[in-house]
């Protein structure tokens, strides 16, 4: 891969007042109500062709019919092409975590486990072009070099500005499914591959 894209798991908890709803639903300030508002404005957002992708897709939050919410918690899937993507969902989800539409209800903005996107930098497409001429003189044939969407610590290290390339090991399919597998026999070819490239530096 030459690259990938940032993202993680965030959240936005939201705050609201406890009552009961047959009794005294005035005095009660719904979080599951505002946690609706949130993920509306949040999923509108979405813009797949552009690598611009936000996914609330848990929630959790009451204890029950006759009680109005206190508590929810949106479980929030980002992901992002490029940093300057990645800017606008953090400026968004920062919005929506301030502006709050019911009265009363106030919210907090996880974002300590995102992970930094693996962008194709001109470091990146040398190491590439290096390794894929490396692959063609092994009689191997030229790796594809593409961007997916999965996270990686190769966002790392490109963000340190050392040319990195990913998923250079066993080949397979179906990842993080019950019909994941790896060709054990690709393991040589992968091993060859990269010592020859290190080699021919």
Known sequence: MIGRYGGGPVSITVHGVAAHSGSAPEKGRSAVLEAAHKIVKLEAANDIPRGKLINCGAVEGG???????????IRIGIRYRNQAIGD????????????????????ELDTSRVMACMETTDGVLKLYD????????????????????????????????????????????????????????????????????????
């Open 63 to 73: 204890i029950g019919e006759n009680t109005i919410p206190d508590y929810c918690k």
């Open 88 to 107: 606008e969902i953090f400026a968004l989800l920062r919005q929506v975590t301030e502006e709050c539409t019911v009265e009363g209800t106030s919210a």
């Open 130 to 201: 290096h390794v894929a001429k490396t692959g063609e003189a092994l009689g191997l044939g030229k790796p594809r070099g593409i961007q997916v969407g999965g996270l990686s610590d190769a966002g790392i290290t490109v963000g340190l500005g050392i040319p990195t390339l990913c998923g250079m090991g066993v080949r397979g399919a179906g990842s993080h499914t019950d019909q994941e597998y790896a060709q054990v026999e690709s393991l040589y070819e992968r091993c060859l591959l990269a010592a020859a490239a290190v080699r021919r530096l």
